[in-house]
């Protein structure tokens, strides 16, 4: 038997002390005492932020994007764990994955226009956020449209964060070492990320359920949130270009985009000569 049920054999039920109430109420007292410090010492560098500010401001956003690449392939050792929970189709599931990556390749070519529009940090700060809400949703879901409207959502918000990192270093560091250092360590992350997403999923299904596939971003968006928007510049937001775009254009790039995207999932079930590819 497993150590665990040798541990419990031994131990008895008497064997277990529960935690007191007040030891987690400290905890999460510390933990808000450590939010309003980092806080306020990004406060405090507002005007002159130093280079340890933006080494720590620039991990906090390759910590997101790792996130977010990380959850393009954590569902596909468990998928058929949830196609069981959700009642859904088993020629419906892979919709789970391609809509993520739909919408991440419609948000990828916008990143630099938000990027001027609102600012290096609060483009972070508002994609971060709505991809922790977004994977919230995700572990709420009750059915297929509302994981999949989830899903779209948490990929426009990781379409965002994956190529602000590139950007940033070329924003935040100066030519040469700096940006040998950090564009090392974002490229080392984007190709960790989805080699340990399949066997996250399934460590996180097998030992809790599938709901932690997306829980397990809440934690660590909580903290890149309050890193960023302590430690990244104070760049103005220019909200004044929104009146000159072609919003026309926009959206015929999003919807050939998305076309593109359904029909290399498609083109192998229906045929690449098929009327609904070509059309």
């Not at 226009?113 to 995700?138: D, E, K, M, P, Q």
């Not at 030519?175 to 399949?198: C, D, I, N, W």
């Not at 909580?222 to 890193?227: C, E, K, V, Y």
Request: proline letters at 5%; glycine letters at 10%.
């Amino acid at each position: 038997s497993s150590w665990p049920s040798q541990f419990m054999a031994r131990a008895g039920p008497a064997g277990i002390k529960r935690r007191p109430a007040g030891k987690s109420q400290s905890n999460l007292a510390k933990a808000i005492a450590c939010a309003i410090v980092l806080l306020m010492t990004g406060i405090a560098i507002e005007q002159s932020p130093s280079s340890l500010a933006k080494w720590i401001g620039f991990a906090a956003m390759c910590l997101g994007m790792f996130m977010a690449i990380l959850d393009i392939q954590i569902v596909i050792t468990s998928l058929p764990v949830i196609e069981g929970a959700l009642r859904i189709g088993p020629e419906r599931m892979s919709w789970i994955q391609t809509s993520y990556l739909i919408a991440e390749v419609i948000a990828i070519p916008l990143t630099g226009l938000l990027t001027r529009v609102f600012s290096l940090r609060w483009l972070f700060a508002g994609a971060i956020l709505v991809f922790t809400v977004a994977s919230i949703g995700c572990a709420a879901s009750t059915g297929f449209a509302s994981l999949i409207a989830a899903r779209v959502v948490q990929g426009l918000a990781g379409g965002v964060l994956i190529p602000l990192v590139f950007s940033a270093i070329f924003l935040l560091f100066r030519r040469g070492f700096e940006q040998t250092v950090a564009t090392s360590m974002g490229g080392v992350l984007a190709v960790l990320a989805p080699a340990l997403g399949p066997i996250t999923g399934g460590l996180l299904t097998e030992s809790f359920s599938w709901h932690w596939l997306f829980l397990i971003n809440v934690g660590p968006g909580l903290l890149t949130l309050i890193a960023g928007v302590a430690f990244l510049p104070r760049d103005r937001p220019n909200l004044g270009l929104l009146r000159h775009l072609d919003w026309l254009s926009l959206g015929l790039i999003a919807v050939a985009l998305a076309s593109l995207e359904t029909g290399l999932k498609e083109g192998p079930d229906t045929g690449w000569l098929s009327p609904a590819i070509l059309g």
